[in-house]
């Protein structure tokens, strides 16, 4: 099966129990994803959910393309990707504190000035809170992990020397079914360690 998804917003399609039999909050909130309004860098697809976590589940993918590319890869070796995972159970989990669950991910290569700072992973969870905060996302139950690591080549394998990754692992109850915030809230994040610059500002050389 092709890994690749185009980045013009799809119809949900079925997953782990999204069916034509998915209650009717979850279709809303899945519909509600895809309706984000994202940066023009960033591209969005839908992709393989988990098969178990949940009664119902629905997965997008999002990726920096910088322009060189329309499509979204589940596994993509570009320098910043990620992927939102909703989560729904009706009988609403004790543990989540609702009905709706969201686990994100993100993985992105950094360069050696920004993963050298050891407050990095704090820097990277206060974008994530004040991304939730500035787009309005209701939500409950936070948490999650940041990592930051480095990776030495040696002998013939190809690739810089030394390369760093920032990996953020998240989740949080949606208040809600209106869930178009909480991907643009993931997206403001992505952007962030992706390196992008501000909405409306051009990197130098960039024309």
């Known amino acids: ?15 782990a129990g999204e ?28 992709i393989r959910p988990p098969q178990r976590p949940a009664p119902y589940s629905h997965a997008v993918g999002l990726e920096v393309t910088r322009g060189e590319s329309d499509t979204v890869s589940i596994d993509s070796e570009g320098d910043a990707f990620g992927r939102l995972i909703l989560l729904h159970s009706p009988d609403a989990e004790e543990a989540w504190e609702g009905s709706m669950r969201l686990v994100a991910y993100i993985q992105a290569d950094m360069d050696d000035a920004v993963a050298s700072d050891p407050l990095l992973p704090d820097v990277a969870w206060q974008w994530l809170n004040e991304s939730l905060a500035d787009t309005g996302a ?19 394998i190809g690739g810089p020397p030394r390369a760093y990754q920032l990996e953020m692992r998240a989740s949080w109850t949606a208040e809600g079914i209106e869930l178009s915030h909480h991907v643009e809230a993931f997206a403001k994040v992505l952007a962030h360690v992706a390196g992008l610059p501000p909405e409306g500002v051009a990197q130098l050389g960039s024309r």
Not at 1 to 14: D, H, I, L, W
Not at 32 to 40: D, E, I, Q, T
Request: aromatic share 4%.
């Open 19 to 46: 069916n034509a039999s998915s209650p009717a909050e979850f279709t809303a909130a899945v519909e509600s994803m895809h309706a984000a309004k994202l940066r023009p860098e960033i591209t969005l697809g839908t």
């Open 1 to 15: 099966m092709n890994s690749e998804t185009s980045s013009q917003t799809p119809a949900p399609q079925a997953g």
């Open 138 to 156: 209701g939500y409950t139950n936070l948490g999650g992990t940041v990592t930051s690591t480095a990776s030495v080549r040696f002998g013939e």
